[in-house]
């Protein structure tokens, strides 16, 4: 068990505090502590004392001492757990310096996360997933527990036809469902499947496209603007085309009702396949649902979609709606035997959608997220008025707009503020000058509001709005 460090290291002896003056005693530890921690001298991970021995040691109250312990674990600044003691928070971390030699937006230990695409892993439903997993496991028939049918556990896929069929109006039996273990999954057992070239937006992940690369499968960029995929730039010799239709990745906005209808009726004229991202569908704030493309053609469309932002990504376990035709193909470039989720943790999801507990996860994380959301517009409208942001009305990230040629001097901005924050510029598909764009790439910042704790997301956004360029 690490030992606890003593009031002369939480104090220091430089530190210019006089605990025993006549002011606020309780004020004067939490700034003695703060300072602790910035500067270095408290670690993430550090083991303070328990309150007693410091209020002892430093002549204090108990409860002030505990009273000072409680405030700083709701900012962010240490964390308690029962057995555990009280630690400075792994978030707390200082932010290590950046010199002149390395690349200004490295910055080994940002404080703050505003990356895109991560919920916050601490509003994971644990009582409501331990419930579903006792039910589950009580009523798992005797083949659960031998070897996995790559089709995924026909309980999961039941649910899910139900479940995506009533919010997302996708047409599909459980036949067509096939179990993977995310998009990205997906993507690889498709790459091999169909071939290439692919189409895909303009802006999205470099992840994906590496990704098909790496099987082959080269793709080339579609224009995107406000009402997302220039899809009238598709060929006949694509073989499939890589959209995200609900909301625009990461631009925002969702694909434009004609837009929907023409790229299907190029998939049936060409026998192009629609590739349907579904990432972030669920999570919508000021405006009705968009159903998906696949709705309108099941032999034409593939929906992917997975529980990464609406449960974790550590339960690794996505989907595949498939046309008819490609189902037994998947499969069989799947393997055997299932190798890449869980059976125990798919029959958990599946009395997860079944209970309704699903449903109020996505209720609960729809609320959060936009109260996130409409903090960080507050801030932008209080602090950084002359800042557009766009692509808000879904989805768990915003697109800042910044004046032409100040993106890569925000992103170092953020970097000294200890904000890990990235450019829009980062998603953009190489040779994108060609796709059918009217105008130059935008300068921009892609701010996820998912990640931070309840705690430190207002510094978060104070730590960003100094970092961006002035009106």
Request: glycine share 10%.
């Amino acid at each position: 068990m690490n030992s606890w460090v003593n009031s002369a290291e939480i104090l220091g002896s430089d530190l210019p505090l006089e605990l025993s003056g006549t002011g606020n005693r309780r004020a004067l530890l939490m700034d003695a502590l703060r300072e602790a921690v910035r500067s270095g001298r408290l670690a993430p991970g550090t083991r303070l004392p328990p309150y007693r021995s410091l209020a002892a040691d430093l002549g204090l109250a108990r409860n002030t001492v505990a009273d000072a312990y409680a405030e700083l674990v709701a900012e962010g600044w240490l964390s308690a757990r029962q057995g555990s003691g009280t630690r400075v928070a792994e978030r707390a971390a200082p932010v290590t310096p950046v010199h002149r030699a390395r690349t200004p937006e490295r910055v080994a230990r940002p404080v703050h996360d505003l990356v895109q695409g991560q919920p916050d892993p601490s509003v994971f439903p644990r009582t409501a997933w331990l419930a579903s997993a006792r039910r589950a496991l009580a009523a798992a028939p005797d083949d659960a527990f031998g070897p996995g049918d790559p089709h995924g556990r026909p309980e999961l896929r039941r649910a899910l036809a139900g479940y995506l069929a009533r919010v997302r109006g996708v047409r599909a039996a459980p036949e067509r469902i096939v179990l993977c273990s995310g998009a990205a999954h997906g993507l690889r057992l498709l790459a091999q499947v169909v071939g290439g070239p692919w189409a895909a937006e303009e802006y999205g992940l470099p992840f994906h496209r590496a990704l098909l690369a790496s099987h082959g499968v080269g793709t080339r960029p579609l224009g995107v603007d406000a009402d997302g995929a220039r899809v009238d730039g598709l060929t006949r010799r694509d073989r499939a085309v890589l959209l995200t239709p609900a909301h625009q990745f990461p631009t925002g906005g969702p694909l434009h009702p004609g837009r929907r209808a023409a790229v299907v009726d190029w998939a049936r004229a060409t026998g192009g396949l629609v590739v349907e991202d579904d990432y972030d569908g669920e999570f919508r704030y000021d405006r009705q649902p968009v159903g998906a493309v696949q709705g309108l053609d099941p032999e034409h469309v593939v929906l992917l979609g997975s529980v990464s932002k609406s449960l974790s990504p550590t339960l690794r376990i996505g989907w595949m709606v498939l046309p008819q035709r490609l189902v037994g193909p998947v499969v069989t470039a799947k393997g055997e035997r299932e190798q890449f989720s869980s059976a125990t943790e798919q029959l958990t999801l599946a009395d997860f959608v079944e209970s309704g507990a699903y449903d109020r996860q996505v209720r609960r994380m729809r609320q959060r997220h936009r109260r996130r959301r409409d903090q960080l517009v507050a801030a932008l409208e209080r602090r950084a008025p002359h800042i557009r942001v766009t692509g808000i009305a879904a989805g768990l990230h915003a697109v800042l707009e910044l004046p032409p040629g100040t993106e890569r001097s925000a992103v170092r901005a953020a970097a000294w503020q200890g904000l890990a924050v990235e450019g829009l510029a980062d998603y953009l598909h190489p040779g994108s000058e060609d796709a059918g764009r009217a105008d130059a790439p935008r300068d921009g910042l892609v701010v996820g509001y998912a990640t931070p704790a309840e705690s430190a997301y207002p510094e978060a956004l104070e730590a960003l709005c100094r970092a961006l360029p002035p009106g």
